[in-house]
């Protein structure tokens, strides 16, 4: 089958149900504006941020292939990329959290190719190549924050998501197509902001995933580094926006030493940050990470990891002590002083041990659910899972006996035993019934002619998390776009406009030295008197070639151009000031 990309050993690593958000980069649709507005910012960025950022940033353009003159291609960042240990691949717009936190743990940099229109140069809310390619891929060259982000990722693909995050999810991509898409009314744009406003004033408690996604937000896309009165830029959001990287470094935007409670500081993904959380070093990030991984269901389990699957109503795992691992929608929960008494999933679940399915345990086996007594037997000290084979005959649980198993909470499991299964350490971690009946106090949870019971071994819940145990349990190949990015209608205009940025890139680049640069300034401004950046490039092009008065001309012409466009004043200005650096430097 045709791939969407161009395979690397690291990308041979990722899952299938990964695969499925991998798109063709298509690198022929970039358009020479969308290459101007690369080059443009890039050449700010490198200007501005080699002062400001990490020394990480500049090092890492270079061993990451990260070109300012041409928007990168995948295909080439790979190649590159491989030598440490990294891959890149393209998606369209926003991916669910819980898949771009596991691309990360496979080592793979997730990259929306889409590049932000001229009009958004500054900052867009929708992720796009600057974002991904110009922000996060520089810092990977570091080796310690590498390491970071892989395991964050992979802590992060474990977080257990709320029925509201997901909305909320797709209420952000919306903002983010319909914000970059040409011609949205602006009415439009206020409705989606406010319903995420609306959202996010209305999550309730943050599930584990808002949590951790606020650590990704205050950390990687928008962290400092260093000294409190003078910090670094590390973070991608940072690292891509040419007006937030400014905005960030004055006195405007408040600096607070980073900790565990930037997991309870929300952001609005909107506007600009009014405050940024300083980690000391790279090193301090993991720890942090480490200590918020300490709380999360993933190594705390018990009656709230559980809950916290229940509510999720999404695909889970609890993982009970014995290493028996029960995938797959929890819909209810029994509880009695505090601990979990009895577990029950709906629909297709799947039983594993070590992130391996057990055989004849899949979802064929267990297509509408399941459901398990959890802890001691009443009046025995000791735990099944803990019993020898001498004690477990002693107490009648063996092959071929009549049995009533009586737990500590009240469930009662009545049947002959046809079997048992034991993991690597010899321990039983699950025991097969015929002709069984469970109960609790007077509910039936099990009837003897719905078939072969099979109780799960365990005196805890050690673990709760996302997703299944085993991935080839289930079959997780459903990604459906709601919404795909808007591409911009090309009409005659566009296309005419694209003309002329292409024969200005082609001159700078020796392809097409005989078009005459004073006539096509006259030309150009004839037909699109209000365009900035292509007048901003034949301005850096009369100064590399002495000509000082067509330079002058436009330099006259960019002043109507911010007299009429006031926005852009700032944008020009920082423009000029690169080309005359630049010649500074030739000279």
Known sequence: METAYESNPVLDKLPEHLRQYIKP??????????QAVWRYV????VDYLSKVAHKS????LQKTGISIDHIPNMYGMNRILK?????????DGF???SAFMEFQAYNVLVIASDIRQLENIEYTPAPDIIHEGAGHAPIIANPEYAEYLRRFGEIGAKAISSAMDYELYDAVRHLSIIKEAEGTPREEIGKAEKKIEHLQENMGIPSEMALIRNLHWWTVEYGLIGEL???KIYGAGLLSSIGESTWCMTDQVKKIPYTMEAAHTSFDITKPQPQLFVTPNFAHLSQVLEDFANTMALRTGGLKGVQKLVTSKALGTAELSTGLQISGCFNNIIEKDGKP????????TALSYREKELVGHGVEQHPEGFGSPVGKLKGINLAIEDMSPRDLKAYNIFEGERITLEFEGGVRVAGEIVTGTRN??????????????????????FLPEWGLYHMAVGEKIVSAFNGPADLKSFNLISHELTETTIKKNRDSDLIRLETYYRQVRDYREGKNTYTSRGKLFEEFKLHFPNDWLLPVELYELALQGNRKALANDIEEHLEKVKRNRPKVGRLIDDGLELANKALMKQS
Do not use: S
């Not at 980069?25 to 969308?34: A, F, G, R, S």
């Not at 940033?57 to 890492?60: A, K, L, P, Q």
């Not at 030598?83 to 998606?91: F, L, N, Q, T, Y």
């Open 25 to 34: 980069q298509n690198y022929d649709e970039y358009t020479p504006v969308d």
């Open 229 to 231: 009165d003078n910090p």
């Open 57 to 60: 940033y500049v090092e890492g």
């Open 83 to 91: 030598e440490i240990g990294w891959a890149a691949v393209a998606v």
């Open 341 to 348: 008494i009895y577990l029950r999933t709906v629909g297709p």
């Open 42 to 45: 890039m050449r700010k960025n």
């Open 424 to 445: 690597l350490k010899g321990e039983i971690i699950l025991i097969t019934f015929k002709e069984c009946k469970v109960t609790h106090d007077d509910t039936i949870l």
């Open 95 to 97: 991916i669910p959290p």
